[in-house]
């Protein structure tokens, strides 16, 4: 299995700061990389996908980058809106695996 | 708009079965696979497995195997996430999503609660 780690685990920021997660694979996964953010009480909603992607409605602040081990989800004006768990999953190959999430607090 | 709806919270007892259910709509539903993820209290995500409506191919991570049943019918455009014998670990919510090609998720159902209490 492809192993995901995120970090930092946890971070607090203050509104319209510049805020940047890591999530880094345990072999190389092309583009095959994406991210989500999961409010407290709901459901996981797609952020970003193939890395570097943004569905349609998602804030523009919001964007991804990185290939093969390594990528970065960057907030560039957080918002307290932003406030959430969010997680990178895999979908290079089966199983599909997640990695433990980045909490993002509003100070 | 497309959606995915859950069935509703489940309170179940150790050994009991259940099956939960993940209806789709507003795309066609068997051209799709669709995954289903667990997430315990207070805990991060974890992928289950995922099946493909049009003809039931299905395929599960290796901690899941043998321990849920994922099936569908695409006449009535559902999945379902079964289980022959609950444990108290198999408590937690349990989120249906729509695959697209490339394995990302998206929408995800709005989750079912599912709790094993004696």
């Known amino acids: 299995d492809i192993q995901m780690t995120q970090s930092p685990s946890s971070l607090s920021a203050s509104v319209g700061d510049r805020v940047t997660l890591s999530c880094r694979a345990s072999?190389?996964?092309?583009?095959?990389l994406n991210w989500y953010q999961q409010k407290p009480g709901k459901a996981p909603k797609l952020l970003i996908y193939?890395?570097?992607t943004s569905p349609s409605g998602v804030p523009s602040r919001f964007s991804g980058s990185g290939s093969g081990t390594d990528f970065t989800l960057t907030i560039s004006s957080l918002q307290p809106e932003d406030l959430a768990r969010y997680y990178c999953q895999q979908s290079y190959s089966i199983p599909r695996t997640f990695g433990p999430g980045t909490k993002v607090e509003i100070k | 708009e497309v959606q995915l709806v859950q069935s509703g919270a489940e309170v179940k007892k150790p050994g009991e079965s259940l099956r939960i259910s993940c209806e789709g709509s507003?795309?066609?539903?068997?051209?799709?696979?669709i995954g289903w993820v667990r997430q315990m209290p207070g805990k991060g995500l974890e992928w289950m497995g995922s099946i493909y409506p049009g003809d039931s191919d299905t395929t599960y991570s290796p901690s899941f195997q043998g321990q849920v049943i994922i099936s569908a019918d695409k006449s009535i455009s559902t999945a379902y996430l079964q289980w022959n014998s609950l444990r108290a670990s198999d408590t937690a919510m349990y989120y249906c999503?729509?695959?697209?090609?490339?394995?990302?998720?998206?929408?995800w159902g709005q989750g079912t609660l599912v709790t094993v209490s004696s």
């Open positions: 193939g890395a570097s």
């Open positions: 072999q190389s996964i092309g583009s095959y």
């Open positions: 999503a729509r695959q697209y090609g490339s394995g990302f998720y998206d929408p």
């Open positions: 507003g795309y066609s539903f068997s051209t799709y696979w």
